[in-house]
């Protein structure tokens, strides 16, 4: 596709349970982004991946969270046993990566809602 | 923590006037970015300024950058119904670290 794109567009999910997102950037873009939004509020940066290396993890709130990337491909979010702090719009970008942070392409988020 | 905070919080304008949003950040920079978000969801691009940049334009947007007082300023001219929308700056550092931090934003409504 043209842009990023993020599934689902909302999630409602009972406390306690696990959800995956997902993401799929823009062809051809190495980095990839995931944001945290909580309502009213800025991005939270959760986590970076760029090409091959190492994601920069430093934002992930809790070993609750996991992101995964397949090369330069499709990443999902991972939440498990969710808690109600844990509603919020999640953000993915994608960039071309690898000489500093550059522009980013949203996609539209997941909104996700605990029970 | 937000690298950026952005300031106001809120502005309604009527139409036709220019609108004027700062963000003031607290760690050196490469480059300084600034985004629009509507109806909370997915964010867009507007304009990007590199720390060795003064002053930059882009249609209707103005975008200033002051490393020494660590502050930059976007400006709207003109004003639309269709500018309403939050606004927030980002700063990106490729010194090892290349995520782009956010502010807080600013929520622009435009009164027709």
């Known amino acids: 596709g043209a842009g990023v794109s993020q599934s689902p567009s909302n999630k409602v999910t009972e406390k306690g349970k696990d959800v995956e997102l997902r993401c799929d950037p823009i062809?051809?873009?190495?980095?990839l982004y995931w944001y945290r939004q909580r309502l009213g509020q800025g991005l939270e940066f959760l986590i970076y991946?760029?090409?091959?290396?190492?994601?920069?993890k430093s934002g992930l709130p809790s070993d609750r969270f996991s992101a995964e990337r397949t090369g330069e491909s499709v990443s999902t979010l991972t939440i498990q046993r969710t808690q109600q702090e844990d509603s919020a719009v999640y953000l993915c970008?994608?960039?071309?990566?690898?000489?500093?942070?550059?522009?980013?392409?949203f996609g539209s988020g997941t909104q996700l809602s605990v029970l | 923590s937000q690298q950026g905070e952005e300031d106001p919080q809120a502005l309604s304008i009527q139409e036709g006037e220019n609108a004027t949003m700062n963000c003031s950040y607290k760690?050196?920079?490469?480059?300084l970015q600034w985004y629009r978000q509507n109806s909370g969801r997915g964010l867009v691009h507007l304009i990007l300024?590199?720390?060795?940049?003064r002053e930059k334009h882009s249609g209707r947007l103005r975008v200033t950058l002051d490393t020494s007082k660590k502050s930059s300023s976007l400006l709207i001219t003109a004003s639309r119904a269709a500018d309403t929308a939050s606004y927030f700056c980002?700063?990106?550092?490729?010194?090892?670290?290349?995520?782009?931090?956010f502010g807080t934003g600013t929520r622009l409504t435009i009164i027709p």
């Open positions: 970008a994608s960039s071309f990566g690898g000489q500093g942070v550059e522009k980013l392409f």
């Open positions: 062809s051809g873009h190495t980095a």
């Open positions: 991946f760029q090409g091959n290396s190492a994601p920069d």
């Open positions: 760690t050196s920079i490469n480059n």
């Open positions: 300024i590199r720390s060795n940049e």
């Open positions: 980002a700063t990106g550092a490729n010194f090892g670290n290349e995520k782009l931090t």
